[in-house]
């Protein structure tokens, strides 16, 4: 059974909730869904799980970008409610039609939503039903789609173009990126169509969870499965030629449109790459045969600015926008989620006049990015230390990473800015595993006059950061930094030696480092580190990662997009940037230039602005795309220009 | 043949210039003067209403830490209830009304534009679209949970006390103490002197980076002493409210008081 179902705007007022689920609902999940889920630009995903002490609930959702309203659904996670998207679209039609800007209170909704219900379960049993009919005939249409579950409820969710419920044994559905290419061989079996046409609206396709702790899935098949190699879910089709056909809907209500449309997209692609700048003339190209209505109808809407934005508008401009993306650097996950979620935000809203569609999704786009980029809290470590100061503790900051990223270096340039603030700084050398590691470190604290605490090689890292902790403690020492060797994120004992290390020490800061260079590894590299660390570690509530250092940003040009990668899937705050390999090479990450820098394909102009950015100045110049910033230092040679 | 056409054009103008000459030579100029004198005199009139309206605003914006009450104190001054709850505003809420506590008076009393900034750290971009246009800022403070949130309440406080449009135009603050219904809420005094506290360290600590890095455009106060609301240079004055229960009176008296009835 539903635990409730809300309907609220985007500025906060709730408009109504159903009165008869009059279970409160524990915790705060709707505030917590909005907060790390929808404002984090992960809206495109399917369903949110909510933890709270004594309850696990999923909540589901759908926008009304037009009249900018929001639809939530909560259930209890255990119970797998196969309805509810069903449910939502519903609701969100019927109530569209009754909502009216000035009124708040919707009474009359009640009937109407008991209605409704009634109508969602019992479609939802005669699937059911219809499906445990035709068990032996459904193994067989899930054998040709190539991954066919051997139960009922599995094949229901190859059907749901949503397909999505944290539930372990039914996750292979969500590997299925969209059930719709399921659905055309499906005919036999039920109604799929009008299962499909109801769900018109909310048709994407989603194959990503979003807690943080992704299971590993075991597929029952009777046939050959694919072998998964890590822990996500894999795809179902292996075959991507042809992107659009992954686009059910289209696929079984338009054939004739569908071949027109996938020739489009593939000229459209090509279009894009050969030329970003002149991607308007494409796009207006595109508009115009997609809507087949001829150039000079799209031009009017283009004007008049009435068309209500459709998936299928949306699509090119936004597999523009992906490819650019991607050229930037950005990992191709994230390019995709970011989409998806940009997408969610502009469906079936009306077009500005004078606007085109490729402006109204880069806004947005650029809109969401800085949103992802601005940090949560507070990056002022300064404040942060002087804090700790009065408490008479030490700081204590951790560096981790993967091999050869840079942390030692970053960590002396770190203690170089520290001290130009009057900061005891002290060092910790617990890499005892690479040889030269404690060497290295006390050279660069032998130049820097700052003192170290080492043990040699072999010894416990934990430990030793343990006791250059007292040793700080004992000294009066403002700030600790720990240097730990490099470790692959797979790599398991030497995460769970790590996570011994922040377990014990309990440092203030936990400090990913992670080179500019790295493309797609991004992704990976943090969500397996995140993950470890929240699993590996014996408290209950366990440390993650706070805050990233950016290594050598001195070797991309504006590819910022790893940037923007590790953020997304973080949740970390960009706290440093490492450009180069003195002491003086540390920066702070300018969002606003970052985020138009992923969108623009070449800045020609230069142009200076002071920005601020939580608390600390800096001016940048932009030229011909390559960022430069000024450091934020107090060293005489602060100020260096980039050609 | 080009030149051909280009002096048959020429002459064409010349013959619409003489033409028009006459037409104006015909107009008796005591018409000619009274025509050309209204029209100036309409973008003169145009002109000051434009300067006029920029010094005269009725914007007063709401802003605070997510979950401090703003969305409710919103829907408080506009329909006198808050309706079903809120949830966290991924959105600014704005509208022009009238007070729903002098919808009842007589007479005509001029509606006042509220704008409700959402507190989320990742939309405060969203502040600084509002703060130009705005008569006064009232800054919400969650006076049940203030301890633990204290630090970010007071970065925030610091950042819109020390922004260009804050300090050049001397917009006035009400810091508003809401959630005062419950019993362990903290009193505007303790509230008051605890912000105080925190801004004088956060302005130690800002202005201990080096002049290149300052990041906010003023510095507060006086450096050498401690750091009172007083020594502003915008006007900043400390209320309570609570917005669940309706008691929002102080709140309106800082609206009526700077936005002209």
């Known amino acids: 059974m539903l635990e409730q179902l809300l309907i609220f705007t985007r500025g906060g007022l709730i408009l109504w909730t159903c009165k008869e689920l009059g279970n409160a609902l524990r915790g705060s999940p709707i505030d917590t869904l909005i907060r790390s889920c929808l404002l984090e630009e992960r809206s495109g995903a399917a369903s949110f799980n909510y933890d709270a002490p004594g309850t696990a609930y999923t909540l589901k959702w759908t926008f009304h970008n037009e009249l900018g309203l929001v639809f939530v659904a909560v259930y209890q996670r255990i119970l797998h409610l196969l309805y509810v998207d069903d449910l939502l679209a519903m609701v969100k039609r019927e109530f569209s039609d009754i909502y009216d800007p000035k009124k708040t209170v919707y009474s009359d909704f009640d009937d109407i939503f008991r209605q409704l219900r009634k109508e969602a379960e019992a479609r939802a049993e005669e699937i059911r039903k219809a499906k445990q009919e035709d068990k032996p005939v459904s193994n067989n249409m899930g054998n040709d789609s190539g991954d066919g579950d051997d139960n009922a409820k599995g094949r229901k969710l190859e059907a749901h173009s949503k397909g999505s419920f944290v539930a372990n044994r039914n996750a292979p559905a969500k590997g299925i990126a969209n059930g719709k290419e399921n659905g055309s061989s499906n005919n036999g079996a039920f109604d799929v169509n009008k299962l499909q046409k109801l769900r018109a609206k909310g048709g994407k396709k989603t194959d990503t969870i979003v807690n943080k702790v992704p299971k590993v899935e075991t597929k029952k098949k009777i046939t050959k499965k694919n072998r998964i190699w890590d822990d996500s879910p894999k795809e179902s089709k292996l075959d991507f030629t042809d992107p659009v056909s992954e686009n059910g809907d289209e696929n079984i209500q338009i054939v004739a449109a569908d071949q027109g449309e996938s020739m489009m997209d593939k000229e459209e692609i090509i279009s894009s790459e050969s030329e970003s700048e002149e991607d308007e003339e494409a796009e207006k190209g595109t508009k115009a045969e997609t809507k087949k209505k001829g150039w000079f109808s799209s031009m009017f809407q283009s004007i008049a600015g009435k068309a209500n934005l459709e998936k299928t508008d949306l699509e090119p401009a936004l597999r523009a926008l992906k490819d650019r993306l991607m050229t930037k650097n950005v990992a191709e996950e994230i390019a995709e989620k970011l989409c998806e979620s940009v997408a969610a935000s502009l469906e079936g809203k009306k077009l500005g006049s004078f606007t085109r569609i490729s402006s109204t999704v880069q806004a947005a786009m650029e809109e969401a990015l800085v949103r992802i980029l601005t940090p949560r809290r507070s990056i002022d470590i300064l404040r942060d230390v002087h804090a700790s100061k009065e408490q008479r503790k030490p700081y204590v900051v951790v560096f981790v990473g993967v091999n050869g990223v840079g942390k030692s270096t970053n960590l002396a340039k770190v203690a170089y800015w520290l001290q130009q603030h009057d900061v005891n700084v002290m060092m910790a050398a617990c890499d005892t595993f690479r040889s030269g590691a404690v060497e290295q470190l006390r050279t660069h604290a032998r130049r820097l006059q700052i003192p170290i605490f080492e043990k040699g090689y072999e010894k416990d890292p934990a430990i030793v950061a343990k006791e250059a902790i007292q040793e700080a403690t004992r000294n009066g020492l403002d700030v600790v930094l720990v240097d730990t060797a490099g470790r692959m994120q797979d790599n398991e004992p030497l995460m769970r030696a790590l996570s011994k290390l922040i377990h014990v020490n309990s440092p203030d800061l936990v400090l990913f480092v992670g080179e500019a260079l790295v493309g797609n590894d991004a992704v990976d590299q943090l969500s397996k580190f995140n993950q470890k660390l929240g699993e590996l570690s014996p408290s209950a509530s366990p440390r993650l990662i706070d805050g990233i250092l950016l290594t050598k940003f001195d070797t991309i040009d504006d590819k910022v997009g790893a940037a923007l990668s590790m953020v997304y899937i973080s949740g970390a705050p960009v706290m440093f940037v490492g450009c180069g390999q003195s002491y003086t090479d540390l920066k702070k990450l300018n969002v606003n230039h970052a985020a138009s820098s992923e969108l623009s394909p070449d800045l020609t102009s230069l142009f200076v602005e002071v920005n601020h950015f939580n608390s600390v100045n800096f001016v940048s110049f932009a030229h011909n795309g390559i960022l430069v910033y000024q450091i934020a230092e107090r060293h005489p040679v602060t100020c260096k220009w980039r050609k | ?261």
């Open chain 2, 1 to 261: 043949m080009d030149t051909d056409k280009a002096e048959q054009l020429k002459a064409e103008l010349q013959q619409w210039f003489n033409q028009a000459e006459q037409l104006i030579r015909q107009i008796p100029p005591n018409q000619l003067y009274a025509a050309v004198g209204i029209v100036l005199l309409t973008v003169f009139v145009f002109i000051l209403v434009r300067v006029f309206k920029r010094t005269i605003s009725n914007t007063v914006v709401l802003t605070g830490l997510s979950g401090s009450g703003k969305t409710t104190l919103f829907y408080q001054l506009r329909d006198g209830s808050s309706h079903q709850g809120t949830v966290t505003s991924m959105e600014p809420n704005e509208s022009t009304f009238v007070l729903h506590s002098e919808t009842s008076k007589k007479g005509k009393i001029k509606p006042v534009h509220i704008v409700d900034v959402p507190g989320h750290s990742r939309l405060r971009s969203k502040l600084d679209e509002f703060l130009p246009q705005a008569a006064g800022v009232v800054f919400v403070v969650d006076a049940l949970e203030f301890l633990p949130n204290s630090r970010a309440a007071s970065e925030y406080l610091y950042d819109i006390l020390t922004k260009a449009s804050v300090v050049k135009k001397k917009i006035p603050l009400l810091i508003l103490c809401n959630k005062v219904d419950k019993a362990s809420a903290h009193t505007r005094e303790f509230i008051r002197k605890q912000l105080e506290k925190e801004i004088d360290k956060l302005r130690a600590s800002r202005t201990a980076l080096s002049a290149a890095d300052i990041t906010n455009e003023f510095t507060l106060g006086v450096p050498g002493e401690t750091f009172a609301f007083s020594l502003c240079h915008n006007k900043v004055t400390v209320a309570e409210a609570s917005g669940l229960t309706g008691d929002i009176s102080q709140l309106e008296q800082f609206i009526r008081e700077h936005v002209e009835p």
